[in-house]
């Protein structure tokens, strides 16, 4: 199977995972709810692998008072010169290359120049803090490494550390970074020197192309260095390993895992979505007398042909012996995810409201990305500002009904963590799995059954015995009976396509209405 097969096969897998099935409502309305709760989505062991505090003691206060008058001074001199020296030679060894040039591997001066701002950016680092490294695991020699590392957990810009261990080797690994950083003043030309494969997430080609160029890479028969990747694609807490993302595995080759730790007892290595901006965490990182970095490596994993054909396989076992090394959970947070929590904050909620464990949450459900932001904008209109929740009589308002049964039924319904509360992850599930897969056609029967039980009825459902229907079944209020109402322009009588087009809108109020009849039909048969 081709490179270009395994990307299309593997985007068919992950967008044909089966979608959770309605839940069965029986006539036991409890044991719909115990059911649900046992067959639904579990809770991530990591609820917020985002979010990043430090906390400072007074002694620690003091401390960086200290070293800010004292030492940082000196320290952001020495690193400038580092820098602004490695910065001046790549870019006159770039001056005058062409792109087909920069897509071939570096020889001659080029490569020992290459070696030698490595070796800057390395004292600029010493000088930061970062004196020693320690180094664990086997090592793999230059001639016979695999072309691919694979490094977890990305914690922050300080990983860039681990490119800068083979200097001895006349070695410089080259990343795999986002397209942004080609822009970034000095920092941009220190990262094209590095010769990195860049990677655009607004590009929709851009993701076969750099699977394609690190497969390139990867069968030059050393004549390139290692592509270095964290496979995670975004930086969090370091308390778990969150979803791979399948660019180092696409290309069926062998991977190096690399573990990397920073155990020092304040971490300011770690920068991310909900966190302390760069410039405190740089501050705090230059006014520590020094910074511990902890590196492992495992044994080359040679992939199986089960997991050449199966990338997402072959990532999850990855991950999975990265994870044990780090003695830390794994998640199926992802990058998207970090993206939720920018949009429910730009919605006034808090932003761990947008967390939904994007990886599973999606596909299990069926849905797309436009209905998730979609259903976050629904939520934020009815989710109490303090801390991004539903109550019952907020869910009620919004359904707009009384807050006793059956509303009461199916707010239980989506609370499956019984705290009389709903959360956004809560309300996408119960939206996606419980209310959006109504069957329409056997409630609208019932319905009609319900409402012409004495009369020898074959056409629709009259939209005023409707109406009565909602007021008085569903505890309803007239206004949003009207509005129910307006959606049928009018009509006298509502058809099965009507009321199809009712449960696509409103899906809640189509699941309150099947909900009652299951109810109704349940104390008929017992009386």
Partial sequence: MSVTQRIKSAGVAS?????????????????DSELFRRDSITEPVVPNPFVHTIHLTGWDKVRVAVMTVVVLPIRVVGMSLCTFLAWFIS???LLGLSDETLNEPFTGWRKLVK????????????IAGFHWVTCRGSDVPRDSAPPIMVVAPHAGYMDALITLMHICDLDVPTPVAKSDVEHYPM???????????????????????????????????????????????????????????????LPGVPVQ????????????????????????????????????VEIDYLPVYHPSQEEIDNPQLFADNVRRLLAKCLNVPTTEHTFADGMMMFRAKSLGLPMESGLIEYNKIVPKLGIKSTQV???????????ERGNGHISLEGFAKYLGVAAKPPVTTLFHLYDRTGLSRICFREFLIGRYRISALVDC???????????????????????????????????????????????????????????????????????????????????????
């Fill in 187 to 249: 920092l941009g030309t220190l990262t094209k020197f590095t010769q990195p494969v860049f990677v655009s997430r607004e590009d929709p080609n851009s993701r076969q192309n750099t699977i394609k160029e690190i497969l390139r890479r990867s069968k030059s028969a050393g004549r390139w260095q290692q592509t270095i990747i964290f496979p995670e694609g975004t930086c969090t807490n370091r308390s778990c390993l969150i979803s791979f993302k399948l660019g180092a595995f």
């Fill in 441 to 527: 056609e056997t409630v609208y029967e019932k319905l009609r059954q319900k409402l012409y039980r004495n009369h020898d009825k074959n056409s629709g459902v009259a939209a005023e015995e409707f109406a009565t229907f909602l007021k008085n079944n569903l505890n309803m209020e007239q206004s949003r009976v009207d509005r129910i109402l307006n959606n049928f322009s009018g009509q006298s009588e509502i058809d099965l396509a009507d009321f199809s087009a009712l449960c696509q809108q409103s899906p809640e109020h189509a699941k309150l209405i099947e909900i009652h009849l299951a109810a109704s039909i349940s104390n008929t048969v017992n009386n």
């Fill in 373 to 383: 932001n979609e259903c976050l904008r629904e939520f934020s209109e009815i989710a």
């Fill in 115 to 126: 070696v030698f701002v490595a070796l800057l950016v390395r004292l600029s680092f010493f």
């Fill in 91 to 93: 870019y006159m060894s």
């Fill in 257 to 292: 895992p690399v573990a990397i730790r920073y155990p020092n007892r304040i971490d300011t290595a770690t920068w991310t979505f909900d966190g302390p901006p760069v410039w405190m965490t740089m501050w705090l990182t230059l006014t520590k007398l020094y910074n511990r």
């Fill in 15 to 31: 967008a044909s995972a089966s979608p959770l099935s309605a839940v069965p409502l029986s006539d036991n309305l409890q044991q």
